[in-house]
């Protein structure tokens, strides 16, 4: 398969697997916030898709962020390109937790979720961990390169 072929494949997959699995993440993760418990199916899971194709379309701008420093769309698994890309998913999470719970009080976890200097773990892996996969699977899905 060609350079160019395998970019058709491994972009949609990618998009397509974070988007699948973001909503798993963000579904289950989303209990973990005391607001949510009390929002009914017909506006959740709207908001959870919402939030599902955002994360979906971050892990793209991750992918394209090591990619840059990389200097290679189809980077590969290296120490060095792992660590950046999950850092580059976990700044922003960070920041948005961050800001968003102990600034802004905009919303609050329930006592089940674990903190780390009060914002919650649950969303600080949600990108590193569900952008890993996503990025495993697309790679699989376009099989080896061949040079």
Do not use: K
Request: proline fraction near 5%.
């Amino acid at each position: 398969m060609t350079g160019g072929r395998r970019l058709h494949i491994l972009y949609p997959v990618l998009l397509a697997s974070a988007f699948l699995l973001n909503f798993c993440w963000e579904s289950w993760h989303g209990l973990l916030y005391r607001a949510h418990q009390d929002i009914p199916a017909s506006l959740y899971v709207p908001m959870m898709t919402q939030m599902a194709l955002l994360d979906a379309l971050a892990v793209a701008g991750m992918q394209l962020c090591t990619a840059l420093f990389a200097r290679d769309l189809r980077w590969g698994f290296s120490t060095r390109n792992v660590a950046l890309f999950c850092v580059a998913g976990a700044l922003p999470a960070w920041a948005v937790e961050y800001v968003a719970v102990v600034r802004l009080h905009l919303w609050a976890y329930t006592l089940d979720m674990p903190t780390l200097f009060g914002v919650g773990l649950a969303p600080l892996l949600q990108m590193p961990l569900t952008g890993l996969l996503s990025l495993l699977l697309a790679h699989a899905a376009v099989g080896p390169e061949r040079r």
